[in-house]
């Protein structure tokens, strides 16, 4: 309720619907209201995720499901819906730079990540001309879940490996979503945009660091 509490707060208008994105009927429920409501759906986001610090050796049956069914699964669910309900211009999947490069112990999180852009690519083709595809696919993003247990020397090491000099913040990648949704977009689709800071330019991470540290000693 936050969220729309702010978006009211500004000027606009919004509304909270609770929705389990696991249960099929709640996606269509949802997706159904909306066009009740508004008459219309103009673009979708889909930006549901959940995460466990689990190997690939390690990760149970369940969890696995779990994963699945919200990560993945719930992407095609509404964007199924959606189509069916109203055909917007744009649909948006939020992924991320998991696609690209990932970390130990983050199965099947990272998999599933690489899979979205897979899906998008296979949904601009199945669902166009009519509505477009695309992928954000974001990196470290500072919010209290990602910065709550992080050191101030944690976050500066951090933010050192990053050729933008910073973590990213929420506004940074809404952004990209909203060019992908708008009309600027129009010839863009079964696209995934990287949106990292250019973090996946950095092959070691120690380099940049150094790098930037030799150049200010040389006064560059």
């Known amino acids: 309720m936050a969220v729309v ?3 009211r707060d500004a000027g606009g208008e919004a509304a909270f619907v609770r929705t389990d994105v696991r249960d099929p009927d709640d996606i269509d429920s949802l997706i159904r209201g909306t066009v009740a409501e508004y008459g219309t759906l103009d673009v979708l986001v889909n ?5 466990t610090e689990t190997s690939a050796g390690e990760l149970s049956i369940e969890q696995w499901s779990r994963i699945l069914d919200i990560d993945f699964r719930a992407y095609w669910l509404a964007a ?18 998991h696609a690209y490069h990932t970390m130990p112990a983050h ?8 899979g979205i852009d897979g899906m998008t690519r296979a949904m601009a083709l199945d669902f166009g ?3 477009r595809v695309n992928t954000v696919n974001p990196g470290w993003v500072a919010v209290e879940r990602t910065t709550a247990d992080m050191t101030s020397d944690g976050r500066a090491n951090l933010e050192a490996i990053h050729p933008v000099g910073r973590l990213g913040t929420p506004s940074d990648v809404a952004g990209p979503v909203a060019f992908l949704a708008s009309d600027d977009a129009a010839y863009v689709t ?19 660091p ?9 006064g560059e």
């Open 107 to 114: 199965f099947p999180y990272n998999a599933v990540k690489a």
């Open 5 to 7: 509490d702010g978006i």
């Open 210 to 218: 150094d790098y930037r540290k030799r150049r200010v000693e040389m």
């Open 129 to 131: 001309p009519a509505t």
């Open 190 to 208: 079964g696209a995934s945009l990287l949106v990292d800071g250019g973090r996946g330019a950095v092959m070691q991470d120690d380099t940049l």
């Open 47 to 51: 930006n549901a995720a959940v995460q």
């Open 80 to 97: 199924r819906s959606s189509v069916e309900a109203a055909t917007p211009t744009s649909i948006v999947n939020v992924s991320s730079n």
